[in-house]
């Protein structure tokens, strides 16, 4: 009896250690303090030392589930408010390569979609370069690649399957074929056309909400409202559920992470001065 109490206390033991580390694994305080350094720095306009720091929880903190969140903010502040395509194609690279868990996986998806959106304003380059040239577009996308405007591997998504991409005539000129195009991917809503406006989007996404209440005990359930209705809650919330498009990926006693494709929001309980 007393050998069976105490294996059934040791495995007590070790499944509450594992619920301690895995806890521990996934703590948000440490990205929070990063990412209310980087607040301060955008309210005061200095969207490009926000990035830096951002840039810098991501490279310190390698094995933090919340690096590849660091990483994809980081990305959306250089093509959005710096127009810095390359380096934030850097930054949402290195988060879909992030490995694998629950959480990060969240991240590395929105890190797709930005890297499907600046692949897709490339190749739009390419084929108005294109159309200029020959006074229409390729009847095939690997036609860019043949004849040196873009590499083979970029005509493939970020998640590894071709664009899809079509040709089509004017209403105004239906004799003439190939002048207009459509350029879309399977793995993500909208086509190359909208880029502009989910630059945008992306930005109002991001103070759409503001917290109302949080419960005080794990697991937490919280209460949001929308900015532009202070005054209706919405229906309390937990991990995993959904406020209308968006996810709720995490909820701290102090802070929660929606996700809605490649949009992504982080509520403060507490406003960052």
Same mark, same amino acid.
């Given at each position: 009896?007393?050998?069976?109490?105490?294996?059934?206390? $040791?495995?007590?033991?070790?499944?509450?250690?594992?619920?301690?580390?895995?806890?521990?694994?996934?703590?948000?305080?440490? %990205?929070? #303090?990063? #990412?209310?350094?980087?607040?301060? &720095?955008?309210?005061?306009?200095?969207?490009?030392?926000?990035?830096?720091?951002?840039?810098?929880?991501?490279?310190?903190?390698?094995?933090?589930?919340?690096?590849?969140?660091?990483?994809? $903010? !980081?990305?959306?502040?250089?093509?959005?408010?710096?127009?810095?395509?390359?380096?934030?194609?850097?930054?949402?690279?290195?988060?879909?390569?992030?490995? =694998?868990?629950?959480?990060?996986?969240?991240?590395?998806?929105?890190?797709?979609?930005?890297?499907?959106?600046?692949?897709? =304003?490339?190749?739009?380059?390419?084929? !108005?370069?294109?159309?200029?040239?020959?006074? =229409?577009?390729?009847?095939?996308?690997?036609?860019?690649?043949?004849?040196?405007?873009?590499?083979?591997?970029?005509?493939?998504?970020?998640?590894?399957?071709? &664009?899809?991409?079509?040709?089509?005539?004017?209403?105004?000129?239906?004799?003439?074929?190939?002048?207009?195009?459509?350029?879309?991917?399977?793995?993500?809503?909208?086509?190359?056309?909208?880029?502009?406006?989910?630059?945008? =989007?992306?930005?109002? %996404?991001?103070?759409?909400?503001? $917290?109302?209440?949080?419960?005080?005990?794990?697991?937490?359930?919280?209460?949001?409202? !929308?900015?532009?209705?202070?005054?209706?809650?919405?229906?309390?919330?937990?991990?995993?559920? !959904?406020?209308?498009?968006?996810?709720?990926?995490?909820?701290? #006693?102090?802070?929660?992470? &929606? $996700?809605?494709?490649?949009?992504?929001?982080?509520?403060?309980?507490?406003?960052?001065?």
């Amino acid at each position: 009896m007393r050998q069976i109490a105490r294996d059934g206390w $040791i495995a007590a033991a070790v499944v509450l250690a594992a619920a301690v580390y895995a806890d521990a694994a996934d703590d948000l305080t440490p %990205f929070l #303090h990063a #990412h209310r350094r980087a607040v301060k &720095l955008i309210n005061g306009k200095n969207n490009l030392d926000a990035a830096k720091v951002y840039g810098a929880f991501a490279a310190q903190q390698v094995d933090n589930p919340y690096a590849p969140l660091a990483s994809v $903010i !980081r990305g959306i502040i250089l093509r959005r408010d710096l127009n810095k395509s390359k380096e934030a194609a850097a930054a949402f690279a290195l988060a879909a390569k992030a490995p =694998e868990t629950p959480i990060a996986n969240e991240f590395r998806n929105a890190a797709r979609i930005w890297l499907l959106r600046l692949q897709m =304003e490339a190749i739009d380059a390419a084929l !108005r370069a294109y159309y200029i040239d020959k006074v =229409e577009y390729p009847k095939k996308l690997d036609e860019l690649a043949r004849r040196g405007r873009m590499k083979p591997e970029q005509l493939i998504d970020p998640w590894g399957d071709p &664009l899809k991409y079509s040709t089509g005539r004017l209403r105004i000129a239906p004799a003439i074929p190939q002048q207009t195009y459509s350029l879309r991917s399977g793995n993500a809503e909208g086509d190359s056309r909208q880029f502009k406006r989910i630059l945008k =989007e992306s930005a109002a %996404f991001e103070g759409r909400y503001s $917290i109302k209440a949080i419960t005080t005990k794990p697991p937490f359930k919280v209460v949001l409202a !929308r900015i532009d209705q202070p005054n209706k809650p919405l229906p309390p919330a937990s991990e995993g559920t !959904r406020i209308g498009s968006a996810k709720v990926v995490r909820v701290t #006693h102090d802070a929660v992470i &929606l $996700i809605d494709g490649e949009f992504i929001a982080i509520c403060l309980r507490r406003p960052v001065l």
